[in-house]
């Protein structure tokens, strides 16, 4: 079964701050994903990484699929990227059993 | 468009009461549909899955069910809820390990 870590569990930062989140997993994949929970609960889905580094306005994801590491960026952070960010892997049944969670990281940032 | 949606959003229940919540997918057939269960300061548990109508795959042993009536309709079940089912669950529908899709989410306080 993928195993998937995440740090830090807990970030606090000011506002404008560069942020990184980091995501580890210890068996090989084909796909990473970047999710973000709101403080009521919904979970969308930011990123679908396969390699490389993919940006989407001021959030960067990276991944390097030889060290089984992935790393989500926020640049010129904002109080509404307060939330908790999650990445996922794929499960250990060839697909159909979805995905493996890591514990998520809190991000609160403070204006 | 494809869509999943999930209700309710939120509810308090006894102990010993019944759990039904239900799930529902649009836009598309033969969805691989998920319910994921998340405890307070815990990452997503994966609890059931289901590939089709009638297949349920269950994850861990607990007190809860799942069933797939028709092909975009996926049900979570308790015959008898206990303190420990409180927890924030959410359905999902998983295509290819590509895209993930996620229901709005239900809050159980089981009191």
């Known amino acids: 079964k993928n195993e998937v870590e995440q740090s830090p569990q807990n970030l606090t930062a000011q506002e404008g701050e560069f942020i990184t989140i980091n995501c580890s997993y210890s068996?090989?994949?084909?796909?990473l994903h970047w999710l973000q929970q709101h403080p009521g609960g919904g979970i969308v889905s930011l990123f679908m990484?396969?390699?490389g580094k993919k940006k989407h306005g001021r959030l960067i994801a990276t991944i390097n699929i030889q060290e089984k590491h992935s790393s989500l960026h926020i640049t010129a952070s904002h109080p509404r990227d307060s939330a908790v960010y999650i990445c996922?892997?794929?499960?250990?049944?060839?697909?159909?059993?979805?995905?493996?969670f890591g514990k998520g990281t809190h991000l609160i940032i403070q204006p | 468009s494809q869509t999943i949606h999930q209700w309710p959003a939120t509810l308090v229940q006894p102990v010993g009461s019944p759990l039904s919540l239900e799930c529902t997918v649009e836009?598309?057939?033969?969805?691989?549909l998920y319910w994921y269960r998340q405890a307070a300061g815990r990452g997503l548990q994966l609890l059931f899955y289901?590939?089709?109508?009638?297949?349920i795959s269950s994850e861990v042993p607990q007190n809860l069910s799942a069933s797939r009536p028709q092909d975009r309709q996926f049900i979570l079940s308790s015959k008898k809820l206990l303190l420990s089912d409180s927890g924030f669950y959410l359905c999902?529908?998983?295509?290819?390990?590509?895209?993930?899709?996620f229901g709005e989410g239900s809050w159980l306080t089981v009191v």
């Open positions: 068996v090989g994949i084909s796909a």
């Open positions: 990484l396969s390699s």
């Open positions: 836009g598309t057939s033969n969805p691989n």
């Open positions: 999902a529908w998983i295509r290819g390990l590509d895209t993930i899709y």
């Open positions: 289901s590939v089709g109508i009638g297949q």
């Open positions: 996922a892997v794929p499960g250990s049944g060839g697909g159909a059993d979805g995905l493996t």
